[in-house]
């Protein structure tokens, strides 16, 4: 299943389903990268709570297909991970670091209002 998509005023909302795992955050990322009516903003994807079933080596793989299929002229330079739990908060942070190469910055937030604060930057 892939996670809900919203378009909001200055971002797009990504809300995986409680306890997803890679497969749904790479059908997440390809819809964003290939669906004609997803605009090019900045995004925020909002996990909640639940069994995560992602390992290290996925946040390399989900990295590297980002990096593969990220438009060389893409407007988006923000996304926001708004995390429920200090696991989810860890595998966030460790991915950040992972992805601090690509064009674009990911920062971890606990909380949606902090998140939305900083990609309206």
């Known amino acids: 299943m892939s996670p ?6 200055n971002y797009v909302l990504v809300e995986p389903k409680e306890g ?3 497969w749904e955050i790479l059908r997440g990322v390809a ?8 605009p090019e903003k900045n995004r925020i994807w ?3 709570e639940g069994p995560e ?6 946040l390399h793989r989900l990295k590297d297909m980002i990096k593969e299929n990220y ?3 893409a407007k988006i330079n ?4 708004v995390v429920a739990s200090e696991l989810q908060s860890s595998m966030a942070e460790l991915f950040a670091q992972i992805a601090k190469d690509l064009p674009q910055t990911f920062k971890v937030f606990s909380n949606l209002a902090d ?3 900083w990609v309206k930057e």
């Open 31 to 38: 819809r964003l990268f290939y669906a004609d009516k997803i």
């Open 71 to 73: 438009p060389s002229d």
């Open 53 to 58: 079933n992602l390992s290290g080596d996925d």
């Open 20 to 22: 997803t795992d890679f």
């Open 115 to 117: 998140a939305e604060d």
């Open 4 to 9: 809900q998509i919203t378009i909001k005023e």
């Open 78 to 81: 923000r996304t926001a991970i």
């Open 46 to 48: 909002l996990f909640r």
